[in-house]
Each structure stands twice: as C-alpha cells, then as structure tokens.
C-alpha cells in the first residue's frame, strides 16, 4: 500500500532564511508525487508535482522539490521564506493511473518570525 | 475558470441527524473526490467519483456516501451524525481518476453538537 511520511510536525523559521520539508513515501513503482499548501480555513493548493523526468521540480511562489528515488524521497525546498509562507505544507503521493486514490502525508505546519 | 465550489461553507447540526454536503468541479473535470480532515486523522480519502461512478472508496462506515449526477457536481452524505464526524469535508476535482492533479474547494466545515 502507498504511504506518505512528514516526521516533521511543526517548523519555525526565520523570515529570509531557507527552508527545507522533509518527505518521505512507500510505493511499490515510481509515483506521482505532489506537495500542496493550505492556509487558515482554505482548501488545499497545488505548489508542484512530479511525475516523470527532471527529478528537480520547480513550483509556484518560489518552491522547489528534488525526487531521490535511491531514498524515497520528495523534500521541499525554498531558499528565503517570507511571512505569507505560513501555513500547513501536506507531501502526497499517487498512482501512474488506475482507479487508486491519493494519499497525504500528516502535514507540516510551518511559522515564519520577523 | 471558476474553481471548486462547496457548499454550504458552515454547518452546525446535532448527533443523529443527517448532512449533504455539495460539490461542483472544475468546468470539464469528471473525477470528484471527497476527503475528510481532522486535526487528529489528517486527510482520509473517502470516495473518488468519475463519470457518476465510484471508482474507490476509502475505510468509512456505511453512513458516509456520495454520488455524482451527469453534470459531475457531486454530493456527500452522512446520517445519523456522531460526534466524531465533525470535521472539514474538502472535495476535489481532477481531469482524470486516479492520481492526476486535484483541484480544492475551500471545503465545508461541519461541526455535531
């Protein structure tokens, strides 16, 4: 069965500094994976997915993602966070097609401080 | 393009009684999938709906079900409420089933008194 892991439950990082949100999955052959944000009260965002190809994935505002297939991995990266980044950062992962569902990681809420 | 309609936004309803939570997609998408969040369980898949059929259902009880009608709005359901079916109820629209890309509305929040 396919799994997602965020060990990270909260982070709190300085406005400007760099940030990196760790991913890690369980799939039996190469997945699509996501990440998608989420602020107070909104429904959930697409910031980059990754399905085949580059195994680094550009974003929107300014996120970035690197598939290491050798670890399972799909972190999130972006080089200076800014305050409007607060928010809760959910890592999914999906089939390569077939009637399956996608499964989200447990989320990372993340805080910024002046 | 307009985005992923939910309705309604709120609701407050007591244990016992039941829900209908609606959903309209995307222009052009015919999957509908419904996801349940909580603080504790995070993001569980309930169903996935394509074409008014369900391809994939998640580990719920019987009380929660859905449908989806010939424009693709989609529709959930929840009777005899308990408690622990508070929660936001985020539906999402894609082009295809399965794991192409999902398109959030900004979800119903139900609270069971």
């Known amino acids: 069965a396919q799994s997602v892991t965020q060990p990270d439950i909260h982070i709190t990082v300085s406005e400007g500094a760099s940030l990196e949100l760790r991913c890690n999955y369980s799939?039996?052959?190469?997945?699509?994976l996501f990440w998608y944000v989420q602020s107070p009260g909104q429904g959930l965002q697409l910031l980059l997915k990754?399905?085949?190809?580059?195994?680094l994935v550009q974003g929107i505002k300014g996120f970035e993602a690197e598939f290491k297939r050798s670890q399972s991995s799909f972190n999130l990266r972006k080089p200076s966070v800014h305050w409007s980044d607060a928010a809760e950062y959910f890592c999914?992962?999906?089939?390569?097609?077939?009637?399956?569902?996608?499964?989200f990681g447990t989320g990372t809420k993340l805080q910024v401080i002046p | 393009k307009a985005g992923v309609t939910q309705t309604p936004r709120y609701l407050i309803k007591t244990r016992g009684q039941q829900v209908t939570l609606s959903c309209s997609p995307i222009?052009?998408?015919?999957?509908v999938s419904w996801y349940q969040q909580t603080p504790g369980q995070g993001l569980q898949f309930l169903f996935e709906?394509?074409?008014?059929?369900?391809?994939n259902k998640g580990n719920f009880p019987g009380r929660f079900s859905g449908r989806q009608f010939s424009n693709s709005r989609s529709e959930m359901n929840v009777s005899t409420l308990e408690l622990g079916d508070s929660a936001l109820y985020l539906c999402?629209?894609?082009?295809?089933?399965?794991?192409?890309?999902?398109?959030f509305g900004e979800g119903s929040r139900l609270t069971v008194l």
């Open positions: 999402a629209s894609s082009d295809r089933t399965g794991a192409g890309e999902l398109f």
């Open positions: 799939y039996g052959a190469t997945p699509y």
């Open positions: 990754y399905f085949s190809g580059d195994t």
């Open positions: 999914a992962v999906g089939p390569l097609g077939g009637y399956q569902k996608v499964t």
């Open positions: 222009s052009g998408h015919r999957s």
């Open positions: 709906y394509f074409s008014e059929t369900q391809r």
